[in-house]
């Protein structure tokens, strides 16, 4: 067994320090160790995106990432966007267009929908389809999530 | 005089009342649940496909730090088998029939404790040969699988009605097809888990992710041997059902050993991995179809023989010939219909319920001989489909009874709006065209049975809050918003007056479960039921407060109004709290348990056994790379006879979540087994529809107000799922002039169809041969 | 939870030096995104050294940039930072195309150009196209005082699934690719049912420049044919500097499909790629040489 690392790094806008072994997933470490349990496993081989988080500012697959990396960065997580007006506005786009049903993949779509609308401004659906490729459903056939995120793209704008 | 505007939520989008939850990443799923003393339980699998244990060692795990037990079968003297042929112990003992077989389970403090004991455990396997293939499992002499079915045949059905030999007399065209459907799973996106804690006396608290909890609770009282009231299953919010919760699996009961054993709550989830190897799968059928008909395009019989590849064990999936024969005998009017199914144990992975139970496979062979024999009539498909499809009040050969059906609606609706015939003419017609990327279109159609019994308990608080306790659980499917729904518009009250409690044994009334497509038409009538009680009980105490016979007031917008003009009367928090608080008291609380007016079938599978049946058609438009075999789903149009629509947006959710169901079962999933082992237990190698995959969609509702249903609805849950593979082949039929037999069409399959190389699915049934 | 192994320390350097002497000290796995170590050690199919060896903050081995004609693109280059760059995007499209089919945001935001190579799967996204743009693979390696380097083409550099001919004590730490002349064209495909997301069945890449109604400098590479990434050499010269004709096209397709020699697996058989190596050449080949 691998020997704990000291950590400290940005959590959702407040610094924290967590002693991870070195072999453990950030995913690992958000829910076992510091109890935010709304990044989700899925498959942990970064194919279902339902683990997605904010790390800098780039969504990633948190189980495919090491815990030890996250030291000295800022990660953000679903519970990080509590305040966030942007993530709001997707949260209330995706009850409001029936976007969510079992929500298993909800957390991780509404992080990677934020990464989508910041990059541009009015995505067209293609555009706003390939950038959930990384995000499995099984419950919704997508058509509802694309939507929610057509929707807040252009309550944006208006 | 203040009028209060009546207001429905009936037919509109009503946004699910746990989204905000789901989306903030609030909801607590059973991963996310940890209990105070918490192990964690872990399982260790067969390394043999078929093998004698010879010795199971697991001293090394038990002296692991942090390990509080280690249990093999020989631990637990008192194990009952599960499962529908009660084949199947959760641990096993002298003999492994599967990879995904239980042999030892650890509880240890932490996950990696658990995980590193397991690899303590030494096993001494013998092995026994394998049997892959149901076809040779029934062969003469074949090694016994399980000892008390020495035959390896776990179940058979036999149906009939008419007289075949005539129809088959009476045909101008008979074509015969085998056709083979392949292994998926259910590829929950939360992977299943349980964690099972006994208080001080020995009561039994599970946090299950069941969609049967009633019934879990009567088999965990049997496995345990103490009375059922001394159980009590509480549902977390799933990740996901489909069916695949239906069942009670080994690993539920090995969390309840381990807990019982070490006096702690243990908890138990599955990994990835581990969710593809020992979850269960949809029925693989092999299957061979003859059907004729006359040169006027009218059907004259239907005979079908299957074969099920049981498995080792029996679950839900070996019991699909019900739904299956129901296609066969009355998605369209069949004069003379046979069906013969054997289920065959085999050392392969064992099937449960799934979306469509069945009926997907059924529906794939039919609808592909419904476009065959159009074809040798010289029809189009759909006038062929048209002038055999079912009508309203027609009994069929099984006994059911069509009370409300939309079926010809949903034919025509699907055809005009696809613009069916014009395409179907004109790809055909380009079929010797030049081009690698071919266009096709396919119909096809399906009919789905719902039933079940469900009680619903319903309170009204001091502030005309509506509490509505019903057995019918949540499983993401948007139950609990339609059941508010319902309520809300028997008693004229605001969705944001009601919650639902659906997922504690110990609170809510019996239910069968959430499966058959049943909870919105059954669980929505026992609501209905409980509230119109209410409703009675709270316009009788305003009568009798104000004076205006029962008969002249109603319930609108939060008040007592009179019926006719809107005027209101009394606010209705008000007058609840006047019964509360009078002096004798009344509170406003009521019951209902609602059974449906179907009947068991007799021992000849005959009856009308569902309230109300749902149709559904779905037009499917591809596109086939003549070089790669890749084919693209560009547009599905689905028609759906739903009675009438309760929520739009949650049942269009429903059915765009099972058109990309069928999607991927037409094209892209297959869980591969080969001798027995899963070669393909990730999603890497296991493809579900991603984002950019999806067709586009157009939906259509046929309301046709069923009778029996609630505000007129009939179940769908399960429909949009069922017909998309055969409209694929069909369509792909129609763009290549080539007719596949087998799921899934990967581009392998389908290059290699197009390139002639492919074998044509044989299969020599019993009869035949 | 994988096997932690024999893992006992973890270093994240900020200097390329401090890192060389680490490796120099032997038995250490190299970690930068993490997308194919983490799993790869979560099914037990790779075990950890001692040290567990972070690159990710070593500046020195970031960067796209132009020196003189060759384009260096340092090992910590996400493919993300790939798609988004001005001078990949123009100058090595086929790359950027390659790019863009790779796994998810997710992982691309992850991914590194120095692990797709170092990880060496027969089916590594950005291969192919590096093969077709010439690109040679710089590692260093602490020997003594100093810092030394050398660079190998990376076909020679790629030796089997998962195997390289890097020395456990070096760092790969940039490709090098050779700005490619004036009327290059290029083309990657990746066989799949999905836009990206998905392990390539086959993939192919052709390049070459264009005089004419002929290609010249032509390179065709396939992925996941063989155990490394390959160039069809008889195809190549079947095509190159000839007028290439419907007949052309068809031979160099032909020879393709006859000189890979694919395995079967879960995900095809050898017999459906070798079709697909044909089919594909022809179509992508077509494209390259007619627009």
Redesign the interface.
């Given at each position: 067994m691998s020997r704990s690392v000291e950590i400290e790094f940005r959590l959702n806008g407040v610094v924290r320090r967590a002693a991870v072994r070195a072999d453990m997933s950030a995913l690992a470490m958000l829910?076992d160790v510091l109890g935010l349990?709304?990044?989700?496993?899925?498959?942990?081989?970064g194919?279902?995106g339902?683990c997605t988080i904010l790390v800098d500012g780039a969504s990633l697959n948190a189980c495919l990432l090491f815990a030890v990396d996250c030291d000295g960065r800022e990660v953000t997580?679903?519970?990080g966007?509590?305040n966030d007006p942007a993530a709001q506005r997707?949260?209330?786009a995706?009850?409001?267009?029936?976007?969510?049903?079992?929500?298993?993949?909800?957390?991780g779509m509404?992080l990677q929908a934020g990464r989508i609308l910041a990059r541009a401004g009015q995505p067209d659906r293609?555009t706003?389809?390939?950038g959930?490729?990384?995000?499995?459903?099984?419950?919704?056939?997508?058509?509802?999530?694309?939507d929610a995120v057509e929707a807040a793209a252009k309550e944006r704008a208006a | 005089m203040t009028v209060i505007e009546r207001a429905t939520l009936i037919g509109k989008?009503v946004?699910?009342m746990?989204?905000?939850?789901?989306?903030?990443?609030?909801?607590?799923?059973i991963?996310?649940i940890d209990v105070s003393g918490q192990l964690w339980g872990k399982i260790l699998r067969s390394a043999r496909v078929h093998a004698r244990i010879r010795r199971i060692d697991t001293s090394r795990a038990k002296a692991l730090p942090g390990v509080h037990v280690v249990l093999t079968a020989a631990d637990v003297p008192d194990q009952r088998p599960i499962g529908v042929n009660k084949d199947h112990p959760a641990l096993k003992g002298d003999k492994v029939r599967c990879v995904r077989d239980e042999i030892a389970a650890v509880a240890a403090d932490t996950?990696?404790i658990a995980?590193?004991a397991l690899a303590l455990i030494e096993v001494e396997y013998e092995d026994l040969p394998v049997i892959a293939d149901p076809e040779a499992a029934l062969a003469p002499g074949a090694p016994v699988i399980n000892e008390k079915h020495a035959d390896n045949v776990a179940m058979r059905f036999d149906y009939a009605h008419g007289d075949v030999a005539q129809g088959e007399a009476e045909s101008d065209v008979v074509v015969e097809d085998s056709f083979k459907l392949h292994y998926v799973t259910?590829?929950?996106?939360?992977?299943s888990g349980v964690i099972a804690e006994f208080d001080a006396s020995g009561n039994l608290l599970l946090h299950s992710n069941t969609q049967v909890p009633f019934l879990h609770k009567r088999e965990f009282a049997e496995i345990l041997g103490i009375d059922p009231g001394r159980i009590r299953i509480v549902q977390p919010?799933?990740?996901?059902?489909?069916g695949s919760k239906l069942d009670i699996y080994p690993f539920e009961i090995i969390a309840v050993y381990l807990a019982r054993a070490a006096r702690r709550p243990v908890k138990l989830v599955y990994?990835?991995e581990e969710e593809f190897l020992a979850s269960p799968t949809r029925q693989p059928v092999i299957l061979r179809l003859r059907s004729g008909c006359r040169k006027d395009g009218s059907l004259t019989f239907r005979s079908v023989e299957t074969l099920h590849d049981n498995g080792a064990y029996t679950s839900w999936g070996a019991t699909t010939p019900f739904v299956m024969m129901q296609t066969f005998s009355s998605l369209y009017r069949v004069p003379h219909c046979k069906y013969h199914t054997t289920v065959a144990y085999t050392n392969n992975p064992y099937a449960g319920s799934f979306r469509g139970y069945g009926n997907l496979q059924a529906t794939f062979a039919v609808e592909s001989h419904m476009d065959k024999l159009a074809e040798a009539v010289g029809m189009d498909p759909l006038a062929f489909r048209l002038r055999n499809a079912q009508d309203p009040g027609e009994v069929t050969g099984q006994g059911m009874t069509f009370k409300s059906c939309g079926f010809k609606d949903c034919l025509r609706s699907a055809a005009e709006r696809s613009g069916f015939l014009a395409r179907h003419a004109e790809y055909r017609a380009a079929q010797g065209a030049g081009g690698?990327v071919k266009r096709g279109i396919g119909i096809a159609s399906m009919l789905h049975v719902g039933g079940g019994a469900c009680g619903t308990i319903l309170k009204l608080d001091d502030f005309a809050h509506v509490t509505l306790m019903t057995g019918a659980s949540e499983?993401?499917?948007?139950s609990e918003t339609v059941l508010a729904q319902l309520v809300c518009e028997e008693l004229g009250l605001p969705l944001s007056a009601v919650t639902v409690v659906n997922n504690d044994t110990d609170i809510t009334p019996w239910d069968v479960g959430v499966h058959a497509s049943r909870t919105t038409f059954i669980a929505g009538n026992s609501a209905i039921g409980a509230a119109r009680k209410a409703k009675a009980k709270i316009l009788a105490a305003a009568a009798k407060k104000t004076g205006v016979p029962e008969g002249e007031l109603d319930l609108v917008g939060g008040f007592v109004v009179r019926a006719a003009s809107g005027e209101a009367i009394v606010e209705l928090a008000k007058l609840l709290r006047g019964l509360h608080f009078s002096d004798k008291a009344e509170l406003v609380m009521t019951t209902h348990y609602y059974e449906p007016p179907s009947v068991h079938q007799d021992k000849g599978f005959k009856g009308d056994v569902s309230a109300a049946y749902a149709w559904a058609t779905q037009v499917v438009e591809v596109e086939v790379d003549l070089?790669?075999g890749?084919v693209?789903m560009t547009k599905v149009t689905g028609a759906h006879d739903v009675g009438r629509v309760i929520n739009r947006?949650?049942i269009?959710?429903q059915i765009?979540?099972?058109?990309?169901?069928g999607q991927g079962y037409a094209?892209?999933e297959n869980l591969?087994i080969e001798d027995g082992r899963v070669?393909?237990p990730?999603?890497?190698?296991y493809?579900?529809?991603?984002?950019?995959?999806?067709p586009e969609?157009d939906l259509a509702f046929i309301e046709t107000m069923d009778g029996e249903g609630p505000q007129g609805a009939k179940g769908v849950g399960e429909a949009p799922a069922i017909c998309i593979a055969a409209a694929t082949a069909n369509a792909i039929c129609n763009a290549t002039g080539v007719r596949i037999y087998e799921l899934p069409f990967t581009?392998?399959k389908v290059?290699?169809a197009l390139?002639g190389v492919a074998p044509k699915v044989a299969w020599r049934t019993r009869a035949a041969a | 939870?994988p096997?932690a192994g024999a893992l006992e320390r973890y270093a994240a350097p900020r200097a390329l030096a401090e890192a060389l002497e680490l490796l120099r000290d032997g038995d250490a796995t190299i970690v930068a995104g993490g997308t194919d170590l983490m799993p790869q050690s979560h099914s037990g199919k790779a075990r950890f050294g001692s040290l567990l060896l972070n690159i990710r903050r070593i500046a020195e081995l970031g960067g796209i940039a132009l020196e003189g004609d060759t384009v260096r693109i340092g090992a910590l280059t996400s493919i993300s930072a790939l798609l988004a760059s001005p001078l990949v995007r123009e100058r090595l499209s086929i790359l950027a195309q390659a790019a863009d089919q790779f796994a998810s945001e997710q992982v691309r935001n992850a991914a590194t150009i120095g692990g797709n190579v170092c990880n060496a799967s027969p089916a590594g996204d950005t291969l192919v196209p590096l093969i077709v743009l010439d690109a040679a693979v710089e590692l260093a390696a602490k020997a003594g005082g100093g810092i030394e380097t050398r660079t190998l083409p990376l076909q020679d550099f790629l030796t089997g699934p998962g195997r390289t001919q890097r020395r456990p004590h070096e760092l790969m730490t940039a490709v090098r690719v050779p700005l490619p002349p004036a009327g290059f064209v290029a083309r990657f495909y990746k066989?799949g049912?999905?836009?990206a997301?998905?392990?390539s069945?086959i993939s192919l890449g052709i390049g070459g420049v264009r005089r004419g109604d002929r290609l010249e400098r032509v390179r065709v590479a396939f992925g996941a044919v063989a155990p490394t990434p390959i160039r069809a050499r008889a195809a190549e010269a079947l095509i190159e500097g000839r007028a290439l004709d419907a007949a052309a096209i068809e031979a160099a397709a032909e020879a393709a499909h006859d000189e890979v020699r694919p395995i079967s697996d879960?995900?095809?058989?050898d017999w459906?790629r070798q079709?697909?190596v044909r089919?594909?050449t022809?179509?992508v080949l077509a494209h390259v040489a007619f627009g």
């Open positions: 829910r349990t709304g990044t989700k496993y899925g498959c942990g081989e194919e279902c339902a997580t679903i519970e966007l509590a997707l949260q209330r995706f009850a409001e267009h029936g976007a969510v049903q079992c929500g298993f993949c909800t957390p509404v293609a706003i389809q390939r959930l490729e990384g995000n499995l459903c099984r419950c919704t056939g997508y058509k509802k999530i694309i | 989008r946004p699910k746990d989204a905000p939850e789901k989306a903030s990443g609030k909801t607590r799923y991963h996310d996950e990696a995980q590193a259910h590829c929950c996106m939360g992977v919010p799933i990740g996901g059902g489909f990994t990835r690698r499983i993401g499917q948007g070089d790669t890749i693209k947006l949650g269009e959710g765009e979540g099972g058109v990309v169901m094209l892209t591969v070669k393909n990730s999603f890497r190698d493809k579900l529809v991603t984002a950019p995959e999806i969609m581009p392998e290059y290699r390139k | 939870m096997d066989h049912t999905r836009p997301l998905d392990i069945t879960v995900r095809a058989s459906y079709e697909l089919n594909m022809r179509r």
